[in-house]
């Protein structure tokens, strides 16, 4: 290690890490210095190949992209900043037309903000705007689905599903929040099996709202597939129901696409994939493959007519900075064709990971482009999850960083979302990596 990498780690002390367990930072943690492609390289020089794209999966282009810098660079030379109340500028004006060109049916109205929490918290504040200006302020409740991710500002918090007690710790939160069963096929919440379950996951959206008084519901929200059991797709059919249960009682539908937008799944957004037009989006992440901060919530015109104004503001809104890297990013992203790679690669991904399944930890391979995951289980037949403390989850991730490759933990789950660049000869260098830490972590516990 050099002098430089030494200092690092002593100064880290004065850097409160994103949630980092104090064993995690006794144990060390990597301190990633630089990026090229899907590949990047620790201060003490070793080199990784990142399969999570960043590990929150925003690196969609991959890194070291010159063109990107490039638009930052002049972009921050011609105009740094001005606020986007009652002014605006060229980029933002630019990257809303661009985004209404790509966002289904007519979601072409375009708030922008920095991260996906407050992506999530202005769609919530639209929400609730346009039920106050329609005359209806009774309507203030949220119904989400366990095992939901969508922030950890307060209003996304509130309705944060997910088994980390990220929520519980924070409690109370806004008040509101109803959450029901999620649409797990593989551990299906009602011991069914698609098809033949007449989608009890969406009806149960339905008695929820009328348990809760259809007057009172503001939105229905969902990520269209979810993170918090790994890259969970759910029947198309799911949300075409949920889609006509939210019309049925006039709620809103919040479809928040944070991680899936801009080609992780194979189409510019999983709506697309799904026919569905939700009233609300939400997106950040791959909006800039992560070179800067932004994020945007987009609506239908309906959400916004009866408002004098949005009543909402960022002083970091409509930055014009990562609005022009958000441009030259999508530019990128069409130019190079990376939303039909992420699908035909995904699918050789997937293919290759199927292969997996053969392994006793592996309960199921799934994926949608190139958002994948393994779900592992304690045992095949019942599918159980593993209880916390025994999960291989971490032992297997730590494997892998071992021999140079970056995957991530998700609930039960082992996740994969490389950056859309990735080849498939990175791919199957991932894969057989993979197969020898399952092999490795099987033999430990007596499983082969
Ligand atoms: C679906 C979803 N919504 C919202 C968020 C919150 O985004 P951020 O961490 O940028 O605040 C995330 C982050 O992973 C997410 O996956």
């Known amino acids: 290690m050099t002098t430089e990498s030494n200092d690092l780690y002593r100064d880290l002390e004065h850097l409160v890490s994103h949630r980092t367990t104090r064993a995690e930072l006794a144990a060390g943690i990597p301190i990633i210095e630089r990026g090229l492609g899907c590949k990047v390289w620790d201060t003490t020089g070793k080199e990784y190949l990142d399969l999570v794209a960043g590990v929150t999966r925003p690196v969609g282009v991959g890194y070291g992209r010159k063109e990107l810098a490039q638009a930052m660079a002049e972009q921050a030379e011609k105009l740094c900043y001005f606020t986007p109340m009652q002014y605006s500028n060229p980029p933002a004006i630019g990257l809303a037309k661009k985004l209404a060109s790509l966002l289904p049916g007519d979601v072409n109205e375009v708030f922008f903000a920095s991260s996906g929490s407050e992506a999530v918290e202005s769609a919530l504040k639209l929400a609730k705007q346009h039920y106050y200006y329609k005359g209806e302020q009774k309507r203030y409740k949220i119904i989400a689905r366990r095992g939901a991710y969508h922030g950890q500002t307060m209003g996304a918090l509130s309705i944060l599903g997910s088994v980390h007690p990220m929520r519980q710790v924070m409690e109370p939160a806004v008040p509101g929040a109803v959450f029901v069963d999620p649409p797990y096929c593989y551990r299906c919440p009602w011991k069914q099996s698609y098809p033949g379950c007449d989608l009890l996951c969406a009806e149960t959206v339905k008695d929820a709202i009328e348990f809760e008084m259809p007057d009172m519901v503001a939105a229905v929200i969902g990520e269209p597939i979810m993170q918090g059991f790994g890259a969970l797709a759910m029947p198309k059919e799911y ?105 035909e690669v995904g699918g050789y991904f997937l293919a290759a990971l199927k292969e997996l399944e053969t392994h006793p930890l592996v309960g199921e391979a799934r994926g949608t482009g190139l958002w994948c995951a393994l779900d592992l289980t304690s045992d095949k037949t019942t599918r159980a999850m593993f209880a916390p403390a025994d999960h291989p989850g971490p032992s297997l991730v730590s494997r892998a960083r071992e021999k140079g490759l970056i995957i991530k933990m998700m609930g039960p789950a082992l996740e994969f979302a490389p950056p859309l660049v990735i080849s498939k000869d990175e791919l199957d260098w991932a894969v057989s990596v993979l197969d020898e830490v399952l092999s490795e972590e099987e033999n430990a516990r007596g499983l082969v």
């Open 239 to 343: 949300w075409q129901r949920v889609r006509e249960i939210c019309d049925h009682y006039d709620i809103l539908l919040i479809v928040d696409e944070v991680i899936t937008g801009f080609g992780r799944t194979g189409t510019m957004f999983a709506s697309e994939a799904l026919g569905l037009v939700p009233d609300i989006m939400t997106m950040a992440k791959q909006i800039t493959s992560g070179y800067i901060p932004l994020s945007a919530a987009a609506c239908r015109p309906k959400v916004t007519e009866h408002m004098p104004a949005f009543l909402h503001l960022h002083t970091w809104g409509s930055h014009p900075v990562a609005c022009a890297v958000g441009l030259k990013n999508i530019e990128i992203i069409e130019n190079e064709g990376l939303v039909a790679r992420s699908a």
